[in-house]
Each structure stands twice: as C-alpha cells, then as structure tokens.
C-alpha cells in the first residue's frame, strides 16, 4: 500500500485559496488512481475530487466543481488539490487517498491536513 502525507492544509477566510499537497510513498505512484476526499464534523466523508494515473481524466463532486483543481506529478510523487474561492461551507479536514489500478475503491489513505474557512 502507498504511505501518504498531506500538508498545506490552514485557516483562510472566505474567497481565499489554498494548496494541498499530498506526497506518496513507492514506486508506484504512477500506476494509481489518486483522490482527495474531505469530512467536516458530524457529518461522513465525502468525496472531492480523484485523477487518473495518467493524469488526463479528472472527476469532480458538484460543489467543488470550478473552484478546485486537482493535479499531479507522477515524477515527484505528489498529487496536489488548488481550492480557491474557498467557502466556509468547505471546512473539513481533507484525507488523500490512492487507488491501484487493479482495486475497484480507494484503499490508501493519509492521515488529514485541516482547512477551515472563516466567514
């Protein structure tokens, strides 16, 4: 299973930007599918928004979708997720998490990085 630490993570107010990083361990990076998924309190995680092995195919949830980007450098193993036009509403703590190609959910997962959104 691939080691995954998150950073970037803090306090920003409304219409603010962050960048989340999440750096992985092995040298498979690049043969999974990675995500970032994100869980606010009393509520279930949830996911945000996952990108292909190759890079070229990027899904994202509906409430995320035009405000953040979701990217990754398979040579520097880290997948990144840039959130602008940052709501309260996104306060969550926001977990990486990696696929293999051959696994049909997501089995891997970093220990969280904190955002929240003050108003």
């Known amino acids: 299973q691939a080691q995954l630490v998150e950073t970037g993570g803090g306090l920003v107010q409304a219409g603010g930007s962050l960048r989340l990083s999440c750096a992985a361990s092995?040298?498979?990076?690049?043969?999974?599918?990675m995500g970032w998924f994100r869980q606010a309190p009393g509520r279930e995680r949830e996911f945000v928004a996952s990108?292909?092995?190759?890079?070229?195919?990027?899904y994202y949830a509906d409430s995320v979708k035009g405000r953040f980007t979701i990217s990754r450098d398979n040579a520097k193993n880290t997948v990144y997720l840039q959130l602008n036009s940052l709501k309260p509403e996104d306060t969550a703590v926001y977990y990486c998490?990696?696929?293999?190609?051959?696994?049909?959910?997501?089995?891997?997962w970093g220990q969280g990085t904190q955002v929240t959104v003050s108003s």
């Open positions: 990108i292909m092995w190759t890079g070229g195919r990027t």
């Open positions: 092995g040298r498979t990076f690049s043969s999974y599918d």
């Open positions: 998490a990696a696929k293999p190609l051959t696994a049909a959910d997501f089995g891997s």
